[in-house]
């Protein structure tokens, strides 16, 4: 039974590693058209393709009868925070390296042990709050302040994990009776609209074009799917860490595909945001408080552990 068990959190491991890793593909592939296309316009367009492999996961498992029953009003404000940091996250692509908007975006735990903490009245202790200035100071130590001027568009970065963060908030106090297909299906079909409704200024992509944002999207919904799933059966010990595999791939990929290559003062950086991720993982396991892990994306899923 054990090495059963073994075998299925193996697997899930994987798939959510894996699923963290496409969604770097996701930021590479949307990298490459954001200088030629507004931003909601490739949102829109990834959002219809995401549809796909949802629908089809979906169906595979019956679920559209649990969608009788949903609280819209969660899933509406939480889209609506979600195409807030989207933008945000993507109009920020295009100016700036891979590794740096990792490095900001993960942030996102950070604020969220904050705002557990302010708003929703989780004690957090001098230890969490020194491991989140930790984390700060290694997001500074990245971005390397002192040497190198500081883009307009790294402060919109930050409002990426900001809008996660309380799109967390959100469904961590009001959300938690949802099921899985409800965020998967409604998060898309929102963000449709509301990136439907700031679409402004459509431009005719060009057929290779349309084919990497269309491919995106489709990758976008199997991550989604790979990390939900994972994020259900994994414990938040296994589960949670496995997000800051996106720093290491965006370093890599943003190597390949842009010829970014990283500083010191990114990998010390980054060591110390990953160090004071895991470590808040890590005391919350201690004190039995309930895990949920952020990053910049919209996989909202509760990870089972109680409170």
């Known amino acids: 039974m054990k090495s059963v068990t073994k075998r299925i959190y193996l697997i899930d491991f994987s798939l959510a590693v894996l699923g963290y890793i496409l969604f770097v593909l996701f930021d590479t592939l949307n990298k490459k058209l954001t200088g030629s296309y507004h931003v909601s316009q490739i949102i829109f367009v990834n959002s219809i393709s995401a549809l796909l492999p949802i629908i089809l996961f979906i169906q595979s498992r019956n679920g559209w009868i649990k969608l ?66 930790i984390g700060f100071i290694g997001v500074i130590i990245s971005l390397d302040p002192f040497n190198e001027p500081l883009s307009k568009y790294i402060f919109i970065t930050f409002l990426a994990p900001l809008f996660v963060s309380i799109s967390w908030l959100i469904v961590r106090k009001y959300g938690q009776t949802e099921n899985v297909y409800s965020f998967l299906i409604y998060g898309k079909i929102f963000l ?33 799917i790979f990390i939900i799933n994972s994020a259900r059966h994994l414990p938040s010990s296994l589960f949670a860490p496995t997000q800051y595999i996106q720093i290491f791939a965006g370093a890599f990929l943003g190597f390949l595909v842009f ?21 808040i993982i890590v005391r919350e396991l201690t004190l039995s408080k309930k895990i949920v892990s952020v990053a910049a994306r919209p996989a909202t899923i509760p990870t089972g552990a109680k409170e």
């Open 259 to 279: 010829g970014d290559i990283p500083t010191a003062n990114n990998y010390l950086g980054n060591v110390l945001i990953i160090g004071a991720g895991i470590y």
């Open 192 to 224: 449709l609209i509301f990136s439907g409704v700031y679409l402004t200024n459509f431009i005719t992509m060009t057929l290779n074009d349309f084919i990497i944002n269309f491919t995106s999207g489709i990758i976008r919904g199997i991550a989604l």
């Open 68 to 133: 009788k029953k949903v609280n819209l009003k969660i899933h509406f404000f939480r889209s609506a925070l979600m195409f807030l940091a989207m933008l945000a996250f993507i109009t920020s692509l295009a100016h700036l390296p891979l590794i740096i908007m990792y490095s900001v975006a993960f942030t996102a735990p950070l604020m969220l042990t904050i705002g557990a903490n302010l708003f929703l009245n989780e004690k957090v202790g001098w230890r969490r709050y020194t491991a989140i200035i």
